[in-house]
């Protein structure tokens, strides 16, 4: 199923942009791409919000977005500038970081956003919850699980 099959995709690139231009420092750097899932674009937008307001104006130029995208079936958030990140496919997340209060502070927030993508249907934002079918791990809401 494509996420973006019922959502106008002219509206979904529109908000990506605008994310872009607002937070132009998080997005700027080299990135595998950044496909960011019409139901999960507020809880990526509280947070960019969330380290922009961590992150002093001299230091930005160090944080970045590597990559933004769907991965077993919840949100995940690579950055450069803060903690490594290494996920062991099926097992967990380790992160391995200089352990300043900043690097620990970002790290909870993407923690977080992540945790909770996995109760928000990634098509359209609705309460959702994990599903398999067929080998592919999405978050949905019953109706778009329905429709798969």
């Known amino acids: 199923m494509n996420s973006?099959?019922?959502?106008?995709?002219?509206?979904?690139?529109?908000?990506?942009?605008?994310?872009?231009?607002?937070?132009?420092?998080?997005?700027?750097?080299?990135?595998?791409g950044h496909d960011i899932e019409p139901g999960w674009f507020d809880l990526v937008e509280q947070t960019c919000v969330a380290v922009d307001l961590l992150i002093p104006a001299s230091q930005r130029e160090n944080f970045y977005w590597r990559q933004i995208k769907q991965k077993f079936g919840g949100l995940r958030m690579y950055y450069s500038?803060?903690?490594l990140r290494v996920d062991l496919i099926g097992v967990a997340s380790i992160s391995i970081d200089s352990g300043s209060d900043r690097s620990d502070?970002?790290?909870?927030?993407?923690?977080?956003a992540e945790?909770?993508?996995?109760?928000?249907c990634e098509v359209c934002g609705a309460v959702g919850r994990l599903r398999t079918d067929r080998g592919y791990v999405q978050t949905l809401c019953d109706r778009h699980a329905a429709a798969r």
């Open 105 to 112: 502070a970002i790290r909870e927030i993407v923690s977080r």
């Open 4 to 32: 973006k099959s019922d959502i106008n995709s002219e509206i979904v690139d529109a908000r990506v942009q605008a994310l872009k231009q607002r937070f132009a420092y998080q997005f700027s750097g080299p990135n595998s």
């Open 81 to 83: 500038g803060g903690p």
């Open 115 to 120: 945790a909770a993508s996995f109760e928000i």
